[in-house]
């Protein structure tokens, strides 16, 4: 959805967008963008320097024990809602879970040191620097890669060593080739930004990852979504990698660089079968949402939901199992099966959590249904159309139906 609003953005810009990882973010700002709606003096708290170096309406600030130090290419408005926000300070497993290392035919890398559990939290960061989209596209080059220069000189080192050694030859490059989309208030148009997380962008990509990533506000957060062995390699998903091989490769070859992941390096003949699982995904779940807008979900049957998982988890897309435990979840509700509506109620509240954040919308309705499914909306309701499995059929006798 924030991936087609953006695209929007973008090409009213009338720029070809520049190469970015996808992000999905949920907007916590957007509540609170009503407190910034009046004209007003925009006045930093004194630690932070600027503005500096304006052009046009943006300018550089800086407050370099701003989380690991930071630098802002914005509006005045907009580097005051930042400055006024909360700015994480590094966390994360302790140093030793991981290390960096040269990984063949992708640069550097970031390996597992012991295992890493699932769930477990990898990093957790503010960025280093934020770069409102207008002055990236807009701006002449030369006076942008000064204006980006300075921002860099105002990192405190260590943060400007590790900002420097991130992959592209010039500073705009850098921005170009390890930026995250993100707003600062919630008015899309307006504020959308280029986030830089240098020790973020030393994952490599994999379309089949171990880690995923999610921002809200100011916090970056990686999280390990599968139990990930000692010596394998820590990757993200620079992409929305539900899509069949070729697709992949053609927008990573926008970024660049040919995949070598192992799902790219699959035989013609596995291949072919993963990308037929993609299809079948699709197509199920087309099916599952129409049948859910039908009154009374007409034409349900209860396998759909334990189908939905099986090729998911075949498929190794444990990114995004979140939606899929709850639609199971629900579908097996729906049919009165108690014992697979809260084992897969159970899955959807811990995947939705590592996918989304403690916030995440169904988490509390999942938690409730793991809880106590009787009590769910969802609970037997096509028990009574007749077409419950043997579960349903048990709690039709136990309601004297
Ligand atoms: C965000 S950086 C990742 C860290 C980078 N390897 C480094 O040395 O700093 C992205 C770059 O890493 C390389 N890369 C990442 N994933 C890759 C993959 N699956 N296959 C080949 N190259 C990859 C590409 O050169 C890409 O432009």
Not at 202 to 207: A, E, I, P, V, W
Request: glycine share 6%.
């Amino acid at each position: 959805m924030y991936a087609l609003a953006l695209f929007a953005v973008l090409s009213t810009l009338k720029q070809k967008p520049p190469l970015l990882f996808e992000v999905e973010t949920p907007e916590l700002w957007t509540s609170e963008r009503d407190r910034y709606e009046r004209p007003r003096d925009y006045k930093l708290p004194p630690e932070w320097k600027g503005p500096e170096h304006c052009f046009a309406e943006f300018c550089l600030f800086s407050k370099p024990d701003a989380g690991e130090g930071m630098a802002l290419i914005t509006t005045a408005r907009n580097a005051y809602i930042t400055a006024n926000s909360f700015i994480p300070r590094s966390v994360g497993v302790e140093p030793t879970a991981f290390y960096e290392a040269e990984v063949p035919g992708k640069g550097t890398g970031l390996i597992a040191n012991r295992t890493i559990r699932k769930g477990e939290i990898i990093m957790q960061r503010a960025p280093a620097m934020l770069i409102q989209s207008t002055p990236h596209l807009d701006l002449e080059p030369e006076v942008r890669e000064k204006l980006y220069r300075d921002a860099v000189d105002r990192l405190p080192e260590p943060t400007r060593g590790r900002f420097l050694r991130q992959t592209g030859d010039t500073v705009y490059d850098k921005v170009e080739k390890n930026s995250f989309r993100m707003f600062v208030d919630g008015d899309r148009k307006q504020s959308l930004h280029l986030g830089l997380f240098p020790e973020v962008s030393k994952f490599n990509h994999d379309c089949r990852p171990n880690i995923f990533y999610r921002i809200a506000n100011l916090t970056h957060t990686t999280v390990a979504v599968r139990d990930i062995p000692a010596g394998e390699e820590l990757t993200v998903s620079y992409i929305y990698s539900q899509t069949p091989r070729s697709e992949r490769q053609t927008q990573l070859s926008e970024w660049g660089f040919n995949c070598s992941c192992s799902q790219c390096a699959l035989s013609a003949l596995e291949s072919g079968a993963s990308d037929a699982r993609i299809r079948q995904i699709d197509a199920l779940e087309e099916e599952i949402e129409s049948i859910m807008s039908k009154p009374g979900a007409e034409g349900m049957r209860p396998e759909m939901g334990g189908k939905l998982v099986e090729l998911y988890v075949a498929e190794r897309l444990d990114s995004y199992l979140g939606p899929t435990y709850t639609r199971a979840a629900l579908i097996y509700s729906m049919f009165g099966n108690e014992e697979r509506a809260r084992e897969y109620a159970n899955e959807a509240v811990a995947a939705l959590e590592r996918e989304t954040g403690p916030h995440a919308r169904d988490i509390e309705s999942m938690a409730w249904l793991a809880e106590n499914p009787k009590a769910h909306w969802s609970w037997a309701v096509k028990v009574t159309s007749g077409r419950g499995d043997t579960a349903a059929g048990n709690k039709t006798q136990a309601r004297g139906n």
